[in-house]
C-alpha cells in the first residue's frame, strides 16, 4: 500500500497542476442514534460496509469526493470517508479512501471503494455473494473496462482483475487476495438482456503462526492465478489441491424491459472447490426475483431472493488420496486460512454464513449451512420513501457441527425517509429479530443527513 500513499499524497499537486481542468466536488455527513432491548436487529447492523456493529448506540460518517476532468474521455477521482462510533473497536475508522482514473476505456481504482449497494440494500448479498458490503472495503488495487467491451453487434464483455491485501487482525497474517472477473451480456434485442458471468477469489500468501511464511512469489501467483497446485514450499494440502484458499460465483441474470414494468430474475452460485466449480453443489447460491412496476409510486420494487448454502457438494466423504475429499464444501472457511473469507471479523459475502474469529488452530465455523427466504420492498407515501425487508432463516450448522433442530430466526426491518428540500433528509428505522431460543432483539434509529 505504499505506492498507495505515494499517490494520495502527489493528488493534490498534480490535481492543482492541471489549470485547464474542470474541478468538481461534493461532500457529505450523516450521523444516527440507536436504541435496542440487547443488541441492533440483523438487518440494522448487517451490509452497511462495516459501519454499524450489533452493539452501536451512535454513528457519525464524512466524506469528500472530488473529480478533475482531464479531458473530454478522462478523468480523476479522490474520495475519502471516516466513521466515529461505538461498539466497534476501534470507534474511529476510514471508510473509503481511494485515487481512481477513468477514460472511454479503462477504469483503475487504488485504495479502498465501497461495493455497489443494489436498490437500497434491498437484496440479501447486494446481488453479489462474495462482496455484500458487510465489512469495511478491502484495500488494492482494481483494474477493469469503464464501458462493456463490443465482441459482436449484441454482445459486450465486462473484465476486471485485482489485488488485496487484508490488513487486519487474523489467523495468517499478511493475507492477499487475488480477484478477476468475466461477464458477458447478450442484448437479445430491445426488451430481454441475459448476463452470464463468473468471479474468482484466492487467498494467498502471508504468515501463519503454526505453518510459517506462505508462498508468495511470481510463480506462486501464476499458481493461484490459474488454480494449480503449489510448490515444494506450499503445504501438502496445497501441493495436492490448490495454492490457496479459492472461491468463487457463476452470475446468470435475466432482465425483461415492458412498458409497465421491469423484471429481473438472477442466479448466483458459489463454489469453494471443484466440485462446487462443476455445480456438484447445486442448487446452492440466492435465487432472486425483482419486479420494478412503472406506473406505481406505493411499490417501487419488490425483491424475492431464495438462498440455500445446505447441499456444499454432500456430506464430505474421504477419497484414495488422504489429502483431499469429497463433498463438505464448508463454505467461507479454510484449514489454512482460519479466519476464512472475512475482514475484521465480519462475513464479506453473504452474511448468513458465520465464520466466527478464526484467530486460533481449533477455531471451526460456526454456521454455513442456511436455508433462507427474503422478502424486500421499496415505495413511498406521501413525502417519504421507505424501505422494509424480511426475512425468514434457517441455521443447520456446519457438516461437522450440526445444529439439531435448525435454529430459526425471523428478521424483519423498515425505514422511512424524509427530504427536507434543501435542509438534508431525516430518517428513521425499525428492526425486530425473533427467534424462540432468545430474546427477541428491537431496536430503533434515527438518522440525519446532509449532502454538498
Not at 439439531?404 to 425505514?415: A, G
Request: with cysteine.
Amino acid at each position: 500500500m505504499k505506492y498507495l500513499t505515494l499517490l494520495l499524497l502527489l493528488f493534490p499537486f498534480i490535481s492543482f497542476s492541471c489549470l485547464s481542468q474542470e474541478f468538481t466536488w461534493q461532500g457529505g455527513v450523516e450521523t444516527h442514534g440507536f436504541l435496542s432491548n440487547e443488541e441492533l436487529p440483523f438487518w440494522m447492523s448487517t451490509n452497511t460496509n462495516g459501519r454499524i456493529g450489533s452493539n452501536t448506540d451512535g454513528e457519525f460518517y464524512a466524506f469528500a469526493k472530488a473529480n478533475y476532468e482531464l479531458s473530454r474521455n478522462s478523468a480523476l477521482e479522490f474520495a475519502a470517508s471516516g466513521v466515529i462510533r461505538d461498539g466497534i473497536d476501534p470507534n474511529t475508522q476510514r471508510s473509503e479512501i481511494y485515487l481512481a482514473f477513468k477514460n472511454s476505456w479503462i477504469h483503475i481504482i487504488a485504495g479502498s471503494k465501497d461495493q455497489r449497494s443494489f436498490k437500497e440494500g434491498l437484496s440479501t448479498t447486494n446481488q453479489n455473494i462474495l462482496f455484500s458490503g458487510n465489512t469495511r472495503a478491502l484495500p488494492g488495487l482494481l483494474i477493469q473496462n469503464s464501458e462493456p467491451i463490443q465482441i459482436f453487434r449484441n454482445i459486450t464483455l465486462d473484465l476486471g482483475i485485482a489485488h488485496y491485501q487484508l490488513n487486519d487482525d487474523r489467523f495468517v497474517n499478511d493475507t492477499r487476495v487475488h480477484y478477476k472477473k468475466l461477464f458477458t451480456h447478450w442484448d437479445i434485442n430491445s426488451k430481454n438482456k441475459i448476463t452470464v458471468g463468473i468471479q474468482h477469489a484466492a487467498q494467498w500468501g502471508g504468515t501463519s503462526p503454526t505453518r510459517g511464511e506462505q508462498p508468495g512469489g511470481f510463480s506462486d501467483f501464476i499458481d493461484v492465478f490459474f488454480g494449480r497446485g503449489g510448490g515444494d514450499d506450499a503445504t501438502i494440502s496445497d501441493q495436492v489441491n490448490v495454492l490457496g484458499n479459492h472461491l468463487g460465483s457463476y452470475t446468470l441474470n435475466y432482465k425483461r424491459k415492458e412498458k409497465n414494468y421491469d423484471l429481473e430474475l438472477y442466479h448466483h452460485t458459489i463454489f469453494e472447490d471443484g466440485s462446487g466449480v462443476e455445480l456438484s453443489n447445486f442448487p446452492d447460491g440466492v435465487w432472486g426475483l425483482f419486479y420494478t412496476p412503472k406506473e406505481s409510486t406505493l411499490f417501487k420494487g419488490i425483491l424475492y431472493e431464495y438462498v440455500q448454502t445446505v447441499s456444499q457438494s454432500g456430506r464430505p466423504t474421504a477419497t484414495q488420496n488422504g489429502n483431499q475429499q469429497s463433498g463438505g464444501d464448508n463454505y467461507f472457511f479454510n484449514g489454512l486460512y482460519r479466519s476464512g473469507w472475512t475482514y475484521e471479523g465480519r462475513t464479506i459475502g453473504l452474511p448468513f454464513i458465520n465464520i466466527g474469529t478464526g484467530n486460533s488452530e481449533e477455531a471451526l465455523p460456526i454456521n454455513n449451512r442456511s436455508i433462507a427466504h427474503h422478502l424486500g420492498i421499496l415505495g413511498s407515501f406521501w413525502k417519504l420513501d421507505y424501505t422494509f425487508k424480511l426475512t425468514y432463516l434457517e441455521n443447520l450448522g456446519t457438516y461437522r457441527n450440526p445444529i439439531t433442530p435448525r435454529d430459526t430466526f425471523v428478521y424483519t426491518y423498515v425505514e422511512t425517509i424524509l427530504p427536507l428540500k434543501k435542509l438534508g433528509t431525516i430518517s428513521l428505522e425499525f428492526g425486530a429479530d425473533f427467534n424462540e431460543n432468545r430474546d427477541t432483539f428491537f431496536g430503533a434509529g434515527l438518522g440525519y443527513s446532509y449532502q454538498f
